[in-house]
């Protein structure tokens, strides 16, 4: 600790290591954090490089090398408590953003909240294990928090049993989500249902944008970064245009709605009337 700062502390008017205790909500959740802390500040691969020289492709590189440590060594620590993997994530990043903070943040809370018990049950462990890497796709070029001006399509088609999505102008290009630019291999994407011709409004879809195992964009895809921000530059903010790209049915959220089959028939199933108020949690 610098000396300087040392010094401010000691000869403070009261016992600072009480009210550190105070805040921590008591003597053993200070010890238990700082153990969780000293796990990271005394690990050789978390130590911090001079970020001032490096370029936004080389800040990336590091924060991506230290988000897939990170989280091999929290699964080798056994640290399972939210609030804990919070202090050794905020110990191993040093107060930095991380490119896997929308997977962690949005995506999969995104899957618990909007998803059955089935999907939950497909998904949530791909994402656990680092296999599916998803990020939140909602902002487009023209439309950030007016969700209801969202441009992007899904079309469903009964005869196959599946969404096409559809980027139809500019302004409907998905931009600036964190983690789509390079990272990213699935995106929950906000567009608006149509079936039997009708716009049933906005809706949650997961989908594929990256080949797992090669991390090529599939067909369709169009996606990239958007290249290097004042700031954030740990994160690979990107774009997203969909060309005809097809999911399967089971792709929607379907928690508070969904669409369900009749031979070739389409039909939609409102659940509740959530599905016509349905707001994201965040705005990204």
Known sequence: MNADLRRERESASFR???????????PENTRRRREIEALALNDPEFQHEDLNFMTCSE???????????MVR????????????????????????VEPLNLHFGMFIPTLKNQCTSEQ?????HLCYNMQCIGTYAQTEMGHGSFIRGLETTATYDPLTQEFVLNSPTVTSIKWWPGGLGKTSNHA?????????????????????????????????????DIGPKFGFDEVDNGFLKLENV??????????????TCRAT?????????????FVPSYYI
């Open 73 to 96: 060594k929290i699964r080798e620590h056994d640290i399972s408590n939210p609030e804990e993997i919070m202090f050794f994530k905020r110990a191993c990043l040093s107060g930095k």
């Open 188 to 224: 929950i994407v906000l567009a608006q249902l149509y079936t039997q011709g009708q716009c049933r409004g906005l809706h949650a879809f997961i989908v594929p944008i990256r080949k797992m195992g090669t991390h090529e964009p599939l067909p369709g895809v169009v996606v990239g």
């Open 265 to 277: 028939e389409a039909h939609f199933c409102d659940c509740n009337v959530i599905k016509s108020n």
């Open 246 to 259: 097809r999911v399967p049915r089971e792709n929607m959220l379907m928690r508070f709605a969904k669409v």
């Open 59 to 69: 800040r990336y590189d590091v924060a991506v090398r230290k988000s897939s440590v």
């Open 16 to 26: 600072t290591e009480a009210l550190t205790q105070l805040l921590d909500g008591g």
């Open 120 to 124: 939950k049950e497909k998904w949530l």
